[in-house]
């Protein structure tokens, strides 16, 4: 006679050991691990309108100041809007420019000679106080009175005598300022005077240069933009560099191989660190090079300016 008993226990053992079975052949299902979405990618950058150039002579501009009217000549042939005036009018048309970026913003260059550069930073801040940027000013052997850079100004050059009576203005930048400063002192150079220094053509080419480039620049954090001073060796060809930019010293570097890496000449990088050009270097150490935005085209160079038109 069959145990009743015994029969559902077996049964029950069964079943448990199928629920197990079945337990193991389908894992429990889990809740799908929540992703952060991606980060959308940042918008490309669009090239910034063309530049509106104002170019400012010195005193006495038409008879001492002509190399600012070819500069002008050369920008406007190059597609520029580029015009050139007397620093006389300074302030009327530093209003011109303010109103004229109000109402349609480009970037605006400002470049004087002379008289004409102190101008330059005068129309800078009146700018900076009605809070419109500058995006480039060039200043050639401004007057002793130039004022310093105010914090508007994107990217500031200075080309000077420094021992010229007329001009020798060694411009400095305001307390703070964070933008791209280089200065070159030329009064090494014996063919250089105040009356020829604005009338280089090579000064011109790296000008009209830069301001091709100036509206391919994307925003960038100026953090890394060490200021530049240059005493320029007697008779040496010379890049209008914007800025300079802290590297590291890696094993075996020289001061000779990070020159030629980076295509400057071995006096700007001593120069710019106060260093003779045969250092020893130690690996971890910054080492401040001169640099470009964005690259010239074609490697741009300071040749000797043509004899003074009177």
């Known amino acids: 006679m069959i145990d009743l008993r015994r029969l559902l226990a077996v049964a029950a053992v069964a079943l448990l050991a199928l629920g197990i079975g079945t ?19 940042p918008p490309p950058f669009e090239p910034l309108p063309p530049p509106k150039i104002y170019l400012f002579r010195g005193a006495m501009g038409p008879f001492f100041s002509t190399g600012m009217d070819r500069l002008e000549e050369k920008l406007t042939q190059a597609g520029f809007s580029a015009n050139v005036y007397e620093f006389t009018i300074c302030r009327w048309i530093g209003d011109r420019a303010i109103s ?52 508007n100004v994107e990217r500031f050059i200075n080309i000077y005598l420094s021992d010229s009576v007329l001009g020798g203005g060694n411009v400095v930048a305001v307390p703070g300022y964070r933008g791209h400063y280089a200065s070159y002192d030329l009064k090494e150079n014996a063919r250089v005077s105040h009356i020829n220094i604005e009338k280089s053509d090579d000064i011109h080419r790296q000008i009209v240069d830069m301001v091709t480039q100036l509206p391919r620049i994307p925003p960038q ?4 933009a060490v200021p530049l001073r240059y005493l320029v060796p007697a ?11 802290r590297l590291p010293v890696r094993r075996g570097d020289t001061m000779e191989s990070i020159a030629a890496a980076n295509r400057v000449p071995l006096w700007s990088l001593a120069q710019s660190n106060s260093l003779p050009e045969n250092a020893t270097l130690t690996p971890g150490q910054s080492i401040i090079v001169p640099r470009h935005l964005t690259p010239p085209e074609p490697t741009a160079a300071m040749a000797t300016p043509p004899p003074a038109r009177r």
């Open 23 to 41: 337990a193991v052949a389908s894992p429990a299902k889990t809740k799908p691990t929540a992703t952060a979405p991606a980060a959308p990618p």
């Open 100 to 151: 004229s970026y109000k109402e349609t913003p480009a970037p605006i260059v400002l470049i004087g000679h002379s008289m004409g550069g102190l101008c330059s930073i005068v129309i800078s801040e009146m700018a900076a106080k009605e809070n419109v940027p500058i995006s480039l000013v060039i200043t050639i052997d401004p007057a002793h009175a130039t004022g310093d850079v105010p914090l």
């Open 221 to 224: 954090t100026q953090v890394d």
């Open 235 to 245: 008779n040496t060809l010379v890049e209008l560099w914007d800025s300079g930019v």
